[in-house]
């Protein structure tokens, strides 16, 4: 079932599956109209590792994957065979099952210092994606929601990065103090396509006082996600849409 609410667009799926299905479909949809590259910032997390398994199987000839360049929205500043790099598990869960080129897979050095890497991870964005409006523009940026209402890692108590100039900037995770790379707030904005993947019911009182404003929204970051010049997408399962139903044609 579909939706839309302040310039967002809702798709509540039955499993992860449908949801993949519905990601996989906006991916190829993507690809397939771009005259050049396709330039996507993926997410870490269980359900874009779901998602990627399920374009491995399903979809890994069926996506022209020499178009497709890939890129992170965050990292977590460990190295790139640690069990919690996002890079690892993209390249566990998609990269190693597809055919990809080795040069259209641009991983964020999470072994690096972490405010010099977010500096060169800017560069290496500047020299390869297209620039509107002054900021990078990807084509697709993939995002997901923590309970806290964090995406990427723009966590509740580092809202100024929502309207921060720079391209990716050095954090902490706010309670485990780990470091982590993420894109700013003015560059996810500027995609021409932002879709969510949230899944899970802990995720769901978070979803419906984002999406319907409800008392605290304004401190939750993903509040401030919504492109200047583009589409929002939200890709939800029913867990995740349970608080938010009732806004929802089909209940």
């Known amino acids: 079932m579909t939706g839309s609410i302040v310039n967002s667009k809702i798709i509540v799926s039955k499993n992860i599956d449908e949801l993949s299905e519905h990601f996989a479909g906006i991916l190829v949809h993507g690809v397939d109209a771009s005259i050049n590259f396709f330039n996507i910032a993926i997410s870490g997390g ?4 779901a998602v990627f398994d399920y ?3 399903n979809y890994k000839s069926k996506i022209d ?11 977590r500043c460990v190295p790139p065979d640690h069990s919690e790099s996002n890079y690892k598990m993209t390249y566990e869960s998609l990269i190693s099952r597809i055919e990809i080129p080795p040069q259209n897979i641009f991983r964020i050095h999470g072994e690096n210092n972490p405010v010099e890497e977010a500096k060169n991870y800017a560069k290496v964005i500047a020299e390869n994606i297209p620039v509107d409006s002054n900021l990078p523009r990807f084509d697709l940026i993939m995002l997901g929601l923590g309970e806290d209402g964090h995406t990427a890692s723009i966590f509740p108590d580092r809202l100024e990065l929502i309207e ?4 990716c900037a050095a954090v902490e995770h706010p309670s485990s103090k780990q470091k982590r790379i993420t894109l700013t707030g003015k560059v996810i904005n500027n995609s021409v396509k932002i879709v969510f993947l949230v899944t899970g019911k802990n995720k769901s ?16 970051p993903a509040s401030f996600i919504n492109p200047t010049n583009g589409e929002l997408i939200w ?3 029913l867990e995740a849409a349970e608080k938010f139903k009732h806004n929802l044609e089909g209940y």
Not at 46 to 49: I, L
Not at 65 to 75: A, P, R, T, Y
Not at 164 to 167: H, K, L, M, R
Request: no cysteine; hydrophobic share 35%.
């Open 46 to 49: 269980s359900t874009p590792k």
């Open 55 to 57: 374009l491995a199987v």
């Open 65 to 75: 994957w020499q178009k497709v360049k890939l890129f992170w929205g965050d990292e």
């Open 164 to 167: 921060s100039n720079d391209i």
């Open 205 to 220: 009182k978070t979803v419906d006082t984002i999406l319907s404003k409800r008392g605290g929204y304004e401190l939750q």
């Open 235 to 237: 890709l939800l399962d």
